[in-house]
């Protein structure tokens, strides 16, 4: 297969990466396992991994947290003058709690998510931005209800994976605190935001001992505290730059039965309610299509909008344009003595 990238993919490679971003294999050595499903061997692999991650085509191989189960997290935006715009948008892409910061087609051109250990952290950090860039209000628009979120990217053609999902268990953000979690948890989790180490033994330099590690990993996964782990690709290295934001004013009463059929269908990559935030945001239910041209991603979009009868509502647009940062979420400070290379 042959792909516009930093550096060529052959047919394995993209075989791995496409077919292993979940139901990654929980084991004492999970390269030697991938290795033996593709029909390779275990340092292949990690050399491979090794290779796109250098490059920047793979993000790092480990978990998707699901959100504001593990600190706080929200959307949000801001209405940046053209002028501003190149250091508003390092100012914040250099803030830590910040994990994706992207301009958009829109009034609000500078979209970006927030990651801290408390909600009050995360309300402080909006505030220093305010302050800090000048800009006006900050959109904040916490998530209210997921129903499609990071369960992986289909690379052949850019859809969302259609997997099976089962409800996710009644998880409360507060029982997960950063605050009120042992510090062998705390380990764990900065030992997981850069992803795992590419050797032979990767749950072994977790800051854990390795059955600890693997069975807290499991247990998450269990609960849907993770929401999947395993290989976190970067769709802009893969050529889908065409992608869309759509948003609608839809009621209430209805928004989660449409989101429900809609994340069921596999035809959009991320679907979610957040709340509405009057007079200046009246929309509350968000739909990202991911795609390689902009045609294709509006006719997508129309398609959608008929499918579900959404073209009644209140809607909008809004295109990516440039992309300023994109990292997981950090919840912890990395610590020194479990740094890994």
């Known amino acids: 297969m042959s792909l516009d ?6 047919g394995l490679e993209f075989q791995l990466v496409n077919s292993f971003q979940r139901d990654f294999p929980l084991l004492p050595n999970p390269f030697a396992v991938l290795a033996q499903r593709l029909e390779t061997d275990e340092s292949t692999i990690i050399n491979y991994l090794q290779k796109l991650q250098d490059a920047g085509v793979v993000s790092r191989v480990g978990a998707v947290f699901r959100p504001n189960v593990i600190g706080a997290s929200a959307l949000a935006a801001i ?133 600890e590690a693997i069975a807290m ?28 934001m759509a948003v609608w004013d839809v009621p209430d009463q209805v928004v989660t039965e449409i989101g429900r059929r809609i994340a069921a269908s596999g035809n959009v990559t991320l679907c979610y309610r957040r709340a509405r935030q009057l007079p200046d945001w009246s929309y509350n239910f968000f739909c990202m299509i991911h795609g390689k041209d902009r045609d294709d991603v509006k006719a997508r979009l129309d398609a959608l909008a008929v499918e ?12 990516s344009l440039r992309r300023f940062k994109q990292r997981g979420a950090y919840y912890c400070r990395t610590m020194p003595e479990i740094a890994h290379g």
């Not at 990238?5 to 052959?10: G, H, Q, R």
């Open 5 to 10: 990238l930093p550096v060529a993919l052959t």
């Open 79 to 211: 209405a940046v003058p053209t002028s501003q715009f190149g250091s508003v948008a390092d100012y914040i892409s250099a803030l830590p709690e910040i994990n994706h910061n992207y301009e958009r087609e829109h009034h609000f051109n500078l979209w970006f998510v927030a990651t801290a250990p408390s909600a009050d952290r995360l309300q402080q950090v909006f505030q220093e931005i305010e302050q800090a860039c000048a800009c006006g209000p900050v959109l904040v628009l916490p998530l209210r209800d997921d129903y499609h979120i990071d369960l992986g990217f289909d690379l052949s053609d850019g859809a969302s994976r259609k997997f099976t999902r089962t409800p996710a268990k009644n998880v409360a953000a507060s029982s997960l605190s950063l605050q009120t979690l042992a510090p062998s948890t705390q380990v764990l989790i900065a030992a997981l935001q850069k992803g795992l180490p590419l050797v032979t033994r990767p749950f072994a330099q977790l800051g854990l001992p390795e059955p």
């Open 217 to 244: 990993i499991a247990g998450w996964l269990e609960q849907q505290v993770i929401r999947r782990f395993g290989i976190i690709v970067r769709h802009h290295e893969f050529g889908y730059t065409a992608n869309a």
């Open 308 to 319: 579900y009868s959404l073209s009644a509502y209140p809607h909008d647009v809004l295109f």
